[in-house]
C-alpha cells in the first residue's frame, strides 16, 4: 500500500533525527547512464542484520507517496554491506525508445537483482528514497520524498549533483535520516564519484567500524584554495590523508581533464585546464576511500 507524506511522517514522529550506528543505512546511490543504477545498505552494528521486514521505497518524480518497492532478502554481516542493482539483463524495446540492459559488470557486483520495472532501480537522480522496517519505521531517507528536483538535487549554486553521478555516505556519518527533511542538501553527508563509477560498490568506511571507530580514527582535514580561479591557475590541495587522485566534474555530471602534481602524498596543486567558465565539482579521494568534495568557479 503507498504511504503518503502525512503518514510517513507520522511513522517517524517518534524517532530522533538520527541513529547512531545502531540500524542500517544507505551508504551509497548509483545513477549512472542508461539503467546503470545501484543503491547500497550499510549494517554499522557489530552483529549479523537480516533484512526479513525491510524493504526500499522509491518516490518518484516528486510524488507525495510512494511509487514502487522493493523487498529485501539475505543477511549483512556485522560491518557489511548489501548491494541492491538494476535487474534489467538484456535491452527492451519499448516502441518509442530502447530501455537499455544494466551493465553486467555492475550487476555483478550485487547482493540481489532488483524488480523487473517499476522499481526503486530505476531511479533517475530526481527520485527519493525510503528505507523502511515492518511496514512502518523508517530507517533513512535519501533525497526529499515529495519533492521534484527537476533534474535532480543540487548544490547551493544550483550544481545538479545526485544525477549522472555515485553518491558515497561520508565515514562521520553513522546513521540514517529518519525524518522527512525541510531541505536535501547532497554534499553535506555525501561525497561522489562520476558517471559509471562503481568502484566502492560493496564496501563502505564508516567511523561505527571498531577497525575505524571515532576514538581511532583521525579527524579529516582537507584545505582546497582558492575556490575561485582563472585560466591555468593552480588550486593547493592539503590533507592529512594520502591522496590517491582528484577529479573534477562539470554542472552535467561529465569528467573534465584535471593535472594533479603532488609534492608528497599529502599535498600538491591541481589545475582544471582549458575548461569554460562555469561551476565545477572537485573531488578529492583518499587512502581507505576516504572522500572531499568541494565547488570550484572557473571565471
Not at 555525501?190 to 571515532?214: K, Q
Not at 609534492?263 to 576511500?289: A, C, K, Q, R, T
Request: proline share 5%.
Amino acid at each position: 500500500m503507498k504511504k503518503t507524506l502525512l503518514s510517513l511522517a507520522a511513522v517517524v514522529a517518534a524517532f530522533a533525527a538520527e541513529a547512531q550506528c545502531d540500524q542500517l543505512f544507505i551508504s551509497e546511490y548509483v545513477v549512472g547512464t542508461g539503467n546503470n543504477k545501484a543503491y547500497e545498505l550499510y549494517n554499522p552494528t557489530d552483529q549479523d542484520i537480516n533484512l526479513n521486514g525491510w524493504v526500499l521505497e522509491r518516490w518518484s518524480n516528486g510524488e507525495g507517496a510512494s511509487t514502487d518497492e522493493t523487498t529485501l532478502m539475505g543477511t549483512i554481516p556485522a560491518y557489511g554491506t548489501w548491494v541492491v542493482t538494476n535487474g534489467q539483463t538484456e535491452d527492451i524495446d519499448l516502441g518509442t525508445f530502447i530501455s537499455p540492459a544494466c551493465d553486467p559488470e555492475l550487476q555483478a557486483l550485487a547482493d540481489q537483482l532488483d524488480n523487473p520495472y517499476p522499481a526503486p532501480t530505476f531511479m533517475n537522480g530526481d527520485d527519493a528514497l525510503v528505507l523502511i522496517y515492518n511496514g512502518s519505521t523508517v530507517g533513512d531517507i535519501f533525497g526529499k520524498p515529495g519533492e521534484d528536483p527537476g533534474s535532480g538535487w543540487s548544490t547551493e549554486d544550483g550544481t545538479i549533483i545526485t544525477s549522472g553521478h555515485t553518491m558515497i555516505r561520508k565515514p562521520s556519518v553513522t546513521g540514517g535520516v529518519l525524518t522527512p527533511p525541510d531541505s536535501f542538501e547532497p554534499l553535506a553527508e555525501w561525497d561522489t564519484l562520476g558517471t559509471d563509477d562503481w568502484s566502492n560498490l560493496g564496501m563502505h568506511t564508516c567511523d561505527c567500524n571498531d577497525v575505524t571507530s571515532v576514538g581511532d580514527r583521525e579527524d579529516l582535514d582537507v584545505q582546497v584554495y582558492p575556490t575561485v580561479v582563472t585560466g591555468d591557475q593552480q588550486i593547493t590541495v592539503k590533507t592529512n590523508y594520502a591522496i590517491r587522485e582528484v577529479e573534477a566534474y562539470d554542472a552535467t555530471g561529465k569528467l573534465v581533464k584535471t593535472t594533479l602534481s603532488l609534492s608528497n602524498s599529502n599535498n600538491g596543486s591541481v589545475v582544471l585546464g582549458s575548461v569554460s567558465s562555469g561551476v565545477y565539482i572537485l573531488n578529492i579521494i583518499m587512502e581507505g576511500n576516504v572522500g572531499f568534495s568541494t565547488r570550484i568557479i572557473k571565471e
